[in-house]
């Protein structure tokens, strides 16, 4: 598989369709080696980052899509899709204390986010945070 010099937005449609094909017919592989191969041949690219990552996590294989949104972050700190994700990820996994600096950071992006307001509150309390978790659920409760 090759892809030739040029703007990789261009390519992101295509792969996008290409990742659909392939997962309908259960076929990961190929999907994952395209993304790849583009973030190879355009490494500053944040939505090609970002695009792998979330097909990891459709695929459920949270470590790699943890792995790759983290490479997201180091091109973008801030993005708060790969921040939530990451959160969200933890939190399945009931990890709590993990979730809540990408929680954070969110809120800190988007402070009525209320969503991440929502679980930033969970996550204190299951960290044992009360205080914290007050403070961030009276934001909650004046967003929602």
């Known amino acids: 598989m090759e892809i030739n010099d040029g703007d990789p937005n ?6 996008d369709n290409l990742i659909m094909g ?9 999907a994952e080696l395209a993304i790849a ?5 355009f490494p500053g690219n944040l939505q090609l980052r970002l695009n792998l990552a979330t097909y990891m996590t459709r695929r459920e294989n949270y470590p790699r899509a943890l792995e790759i949104f983290e490479t997201a972050l180091s091109l973008e700190p801030n993005n708060v899709y790969a921040n939530m994700t990451i959160g969200t990820i933890y939190i399945m996994d009931k990890n709590y204390k993990d979730a809540i600096p990408y929680l954070e950071k969110v809120i800190s992006v988007q402070p009525e986010n209320v969503t991440a307001l929502q679980y930033l509150f969970s996550s204190y309390y299951n960290t044992e945070q009360i205080e914290k978790g007050s403070e961030i659920k009276k934001r909650w409760e004046k967003v929602k």
Request: proline share 5%.
């Open 22 to 30: 392939y997962e309908a017919i259960k076929d990961d592989g190929p």
């Open 10 to 15: 261009d390519y992101l449609s295509g792969l």
């Open 37 to 41: 191969i583009a973030i190879e041949k």
